[in-house]
Every structure is written in C-alpha cells, then in structure tokens.
C-alpha cells in the first residue's frame, strides 16, 4: 500500500479521506476567478458574450466532463440551472449562438441544439 500526503500539510492522507478533495473547492474557486479575469480581458468580444462564457466556463468547470458526448446533457442541465438568468439579463441570443458553435464544432446535434432552444425559450 502506498503512502500519500496532503499537498499542503504534508500530513498522511487516511484510508476515509481517498474519495474526498479537500482542494477541489478551492482550486475551483482560483480557477473561476481566473476564468472570468481572462474572458475579461477579451477586446473583441461585447459584454453579453464575455457573460455567457463566463458562465458556461464556469458551469463546465464544476461538472468536469470527460467525454465529448457529455455536452448534450450539460447543455441541457445548464439551460435548467441559468436559464432564467439568461433571460433576465438577455443573453438569449448570445446563449443559442454559443450552442451553434458548439453545434458547428460537433459537440452538439441539431435535435439536441433544437431542444435546448426549445427548453430556453419554454422558461419565458
């Protein structure tokens, strides 16, 4: 059996805390703040398309996808959770371009871009 320690009380990880990061919400939150200040620093991108990407980004950081084939359930699962923030603020626009490219990048089919416009618009 290996040893391993905490990164950063170099203390012994026990058997009970293997399943438990006690960095990853940490790490996520350096990680977030990170993200925003780059989009941020985009000039040839207007303010509705820096907030969808931060929010997507954001969004995609705290589900951790592996696989491409993912996208269609994160899409929906973020369309369910920041909808109505997307179109309190209205991004609605910006929001279905994104999923396009995602579409145009063949992380995405035309039926499931359908049902998430179709699940955007049913939230009005």
């Known amino acids: 059996s290996r040893l391993y320690f905490h990164s950063k009380t170099y203390e012994p990880v026990l058997p009970r805390e293997f399943d438990y990061d006690s960095e990853s919400e940490e790490q996520m939150s ?3 703040d990170k993200t925003k200040q780059l989009i941020q620093d985009f000039t040839d991108v207007n303010e509705a398309e820096k907030a969808i990407m931060v929010m997507w980004n954001c969004f995609i950081l705290k589900k951790r996808p592996l696989a491409d084939h993912q996208v269609p359930v994160l899409v929906s699962e973020f369309v369910e959770t920041s909808g109505k923030e997307i179109i309190k603020r209205g991004l609605i626009k910006n929001l279905i371009l994104h999923f396009t490219n995602l579409h ?7 039926e499931d871009l359908e049902k998430a416009v179709l699940q955007l618009y049913s939230m009005e």
């Open 104 to 110: 145009s990048f063949g992380l995405l089919k035309a």
């Open 30 to 32: 350096w990680m977030e």
